[in-house]
């Protein structure tokens, strides 16, 4: 895993300054620790820094195919990597290193931008071609590695983390109105956006091509997407059968390294799962870590040492606990705009734990959207005999609108009202941090950034108009993967974690995996309204039956019960005071309404008052 970034200027005799470019790679070193390396030639600049993974002695970046005319630098792993330079050897290609590196660069020069259908693996790199003239930028099929740009009439500016391009001459600092929507509505930044207003994200399977020919161009465009195409055909066995063949594949090409490899590991099945198949695919116990509460109702230790226990892994686990919110400055600097996400807490931990033993770390992330594991799923299925009641306000009618279209026939006519009071955070619309009518009221965007032009809530809606004819829970993993799972959990994932430089790897999100579970029907995935249906069944013979009986609790730390004792004065000091930050951009007397609210267990504000913390250290550092 590493850290990429680099300068293209647009005038040729506008040349790359070198401490410029060793700066913004200084500001990712966290990245990359191992090494570090610099292409400049007059108007191009590439950065990287390096952690170093496979072929620990060649492996250096950037790096050129045999005649130097094509320059890569790439943040990633790619599995398949043997596979497929073998292929290139045979057409005749030429490799000096065993670098998954090197197989892209060969890859481009024989396939040009198509060689991206050919990659299995998460990945953002950069590829200049000084052959055509151009820049050739990708980001992985679901968007596990981060990356940023920053684009003006003279420069392109990028780098996997937003605080490399802030090291960059005259960055435009204007904050970004709908950014600070989307904060408040989900707890994450989502589509595009950075935010910086003129800082944006290169989308999950998107690719840029700058052009500097006379004809100067700058496009981006998508090169693939999940296809929904159920198969009927299968019966539940066979799809069990499937669903463990294609698992331990890719389990096993993940396990790819050439340094010490563990797990995260904690009493779910996703986790479980991918442990389980890494021990069917090792012939050495597998360091597995796990992060607890002191409170028992919120810790699933005993169940995670349950699993290690049966296939014998060297376990090792830490008690989280309220004075860790002493990590918030740190997790602000490492994520470089306001995260609303507590469970970055336990997640920075985990990856701390695991770094004192390997340099690699798979988990479970994904099988919730690839299976149908959140609690939303399910919970409609409760509610088809209950009447719908169509007075809905606002936003909420649009988003119905666009999910009624989506929903099979004998599921129409139901209440939203009720799926939108029981749903929280995971599902359709994600039950808003602060609700479409609250934003407008209480937030003052128009003094400080500019107005919002259009509501968070209208790019998921977006989403699902794609999707007609497509059933309920199909669209809502689709919503899922498009929003919060590459906006909130990898982007939690990667930023806690590589502030341990610690590579974290998410097999169930391998492309191949997901296209199968994919092909599974609905109706497989949420049976009697019981998630992960055929997932369970699956993996029943690979994991203890007390794994199948547990509640869904996600991977956070108890924050409401701590702001409510041991933080409630660091609350009330840093919400509470006379002049906070966050004045400048909310109504100060609704937080207090919501500090308090929470304090007195009216109602449960964690989520919001976390939220509210971290916008705060955000403005203290950014402001």
């Known amino acids: 895993m590493c850290g990429i970034t680099g300068i293209i200027n647009f005038n040729r005799e506008r040349k790359i300054n070198p401490e410029t470019l060793r700066s913004m790679a200084g500001a990712i070193v966290h990245r990359g620790p191992d090494d570090e390396g ?7 600049g590439l950065g990287f820094r390096r952690l170093s993974i496979i072929d620990l002695s060649t492996g250096h970046q950037p790096l050129s195919n045999e005649n130097e005319s094509i320059w890569i630098i790439f943040n990633g792993e790619i599995y398949n990597y043997k596979e497929l330079q073998k292929d290139l050897i045979r057409q005749g ?166 340094v010490p490899l563990g797990a995260f590991l904690s009493g779910g099945i996703d986790s479980g799962s991918v442990v389980s198949m890494m021990a069917k695919n090792s012939t050495r116990p597998i360091k597995t870590f796990s992060i607890g509460f002191k409170d028992e109702r919120d810790s699933e230790l005993k169940y995670a040492r349950e699993l290690a226990k049966k296939y014998n892994c060297e376990h090792h686990e830490q008690i989280v606990e309220p004075k860790s919110v002493e990590l918030i400055p740190d997790l602000v600097k490492a994520y470089d705009e306001p995260f609303g996400d507590p469970s970055a807490v336990p997640t920075y931990y985990v990856s701390k734990l695991a770094r004192e033993f390997v340099t690699v770390a798979l988990s479970g992330d994904g099988g919730d959207e690839l299976f149908a594991g959140y609690n939303s799923y399910s919970r409609f ?65 128009n003094s400080n950034t500019g107005n919002v032009k259009e509501s968070s809530e209208h790019y998921k809606v977006k989403i699902l108009k794609t999707l007609n004819g497509t059933d309920y829970v199909t669209a809502m993993q689709y919503l899922d993967m498009k929003t919060y799972m590459v906006d909130d959990i990898l982007t939690k994932v990667d930023r806690a974690s590589m502030l341990n430089s610690l590579e974290v790897r998410v097999p169930l999100l391998d492309h191949k995996f997901a296209e199968l579970t994919f092909k599974i029907p609905s109706g497989l995935k949420v049976k009697a309204a019981q998630k992960k249906y055929i997932f369970r069944k699956a993996m029943s013979g690979y994991l203890p039956a007390s794994f199948f009986n547990l509640p869904k609790k996600g991977f956070s730390a108890p924050i409401s019960a701590w702001f409510k004792g041991d933080l409630k004065n660091y609350i009330g000091d840093t919400l509470l005071a006379n002049n906070p930050r966050f004045s400048g951009y909310l109504d100060k007397n609704h937080v207090k309404r919501i500090v308090l609210s929470n304090q007195k267990a009216r109602c449960d504000s964690g989520s919001k008052v976390w939220a509210l913390l971290m916008f705060e250290e955000w403005l203290k550092q950014n402001g």
Not at 412 to 425: D, E, F, P, V
């Open 38 to 44: 610099f292409y400049i030639n007059n108007n191009i």
């Open 93 to 258: 290609h030429i490799f000096r290193t065993q670098s998954d590196t090197e197989t892209i660069v060969h890859l481009y020069e024989q396939y040009g931008t198509d060689c991206l259908k050919y990659l299995r693996g998460m990945f953002a790199f950069a590829i200049w071609d000084s052959n055509k003239n151009q820049l050739f930028c990708a980001r992985d099929r679901f968007g596990i590695k981060p990356f940023y740009y920053y684009l003006d009439s003279e420069r392109m500016v990028f780098g996997s983390e937003i605080k490399a391009l802030l090291k960059s001459d005259d960055i435009d600092r204007t904050l970004s109105p709908e950014a600070i929507d989307s904060y408040f509505a989900f707890g994450y930044i989502t589509s595009d956006l950075s935010i910086y207003k003129e800082i944006k994200k290169l989308q999950p399977a998107h690719y840029i091509l700058l052009s500097l020919n006379d004809n100067a161009s700058f496009k981006i465009e998508s090169y693939w997407n999940i296809k929904f195409e159920p198969d009927f055909s299968k019966n539940e066995m066979q799809w069990e059968e499937e669903i463990q063949n294609c698992l331990s594949e890719t389990v096993k090409m993940h396990m790819i390294s050439d």
């Open 381 to 445: 299925q409760n509610i088809y005999n209950k009447p719908y009641n169509f007075n809905i306000a606002g936003l909420n009618n649009l988003l119905w609108g666009s999910l009624f279209n989506v929903m099979p026939h004998n599921m129409k006519g139901k209440s939203l009202a009720y799926i939108l009071s029981k749903s929280r955070k995971h599902g359709f619309a994600y039950m808003n941090e602060w609700t479409e009518n609250e934003r407008k009221k209480y937030l003052r965007l």
